[in-house]
């Protein structure tokens, strides 16, 4: 069965430096991972998808996020915050196959940024 | 280009009495469409998921229902609402038919509060 792990429930940075969110994924084979962003009271809004290939992903809003099957991680990183990327993050993995195409998500990571 | 609806965005209920929230897609045909309920706090909880009109699936037993009059419209329903009713509830929609590991797009929710 599918499950992903976000370990840091929250996390602190200042604006302008870098940031990396960690997501672990359980998947019997290649799955399909994403990135949500989540702002307080709104929906969530996808910044970017792995399917296959390049195991480097470029995202919107200057993210990116890098799949590593060895270590089951698909983690999400910028090299410099805003204080506008204060919100909720999700991680979540799909499976490879036709129909409905359900996600499971992580429990998600807070993100505060101080000036 | 594709968007989702969901109605209302906010709404108040005492206990006992009954539930519809609707949600609408427009832009595409056939989609999968999905209920989530978000806990404060919590990540995303799947609560139905939809292939087709009048083809509804249930992830967790529950005291809510979920129906699929038409191909792009999604209603979730409860005859009597609970205080455990009480969340943050999500539609999404996926492409549907042959596509594999497509990203789910989100609303704006709905934050229900039972009184």
């Known amino acids: 069965a599918q499950s992903v792990t976000q370990p840091d429930i929250h996390i602190t940075v200042s604006e302008g430096a870098s940031l990396e969110l960690r997501c672990n994924y359980s998947y019997g084979a290649t799955p399909y991972l994403f990135w949500y962003v989540q702002s307080p009271g709104q929906g969530l809004q996808l910044l970017l998808k792995y399917f296959s290939g390049d195991t480097l992903v470029q995202g919107i809003k200057g993210f990116e996020a890098e799949f590593k099957r060895s270590q089951s991680s698909f983690n999400l990183r910028k090299p410099s915050v805003h204080w506008s990327d204060a919100a909720e993050y999700f991680c979540?993995?799909?499976?490879?196959?036709?129909?409905?195409?359900?996600?499971?998500f992580g429990t998600g990571t807070r993100l505060t940024v101080i000036p | 280009s594709q968007t989702i609806h969901q109605w209302p965005a906010t709404l108040v209920q005492p206990v006992g009495s009954p539930l519809s929230l609707e949600c609408t897609v427009e832009g595409t045909s056939n989609p999968n469409l999905y209920w989530y309920r978000q806990a404060a706090g919590r990540g995303l909880q799947l609560l139905f998921y939809s292939v087709g009109i009048g083809q509804i699936s249930s992830e967790v037993p529950q005291n809510l229902s979920a129906s699929r009059p038409q191909d792009r419209q999604f209603i979730l329903s409860s005859k009597k609402l609970l205080l455990s009713d009480s969340g943050f509830y999500l539609c999404?929609?996926?492409?549907?038919?042959?596509?594999?590991?497509?990203?789910?797009?989100f609303g704006d929710g709905t934050r229900l509060s039972i009184l």
């Open positions: 979540a993995v799909g499976a490879r196959k036709t129909g409905a195409n359900n996600l499971f």
């Open positions: 999404a929609w996926s492409k549907g038919g042959l596509y594999v590991g497509e990203p789910q797009h």
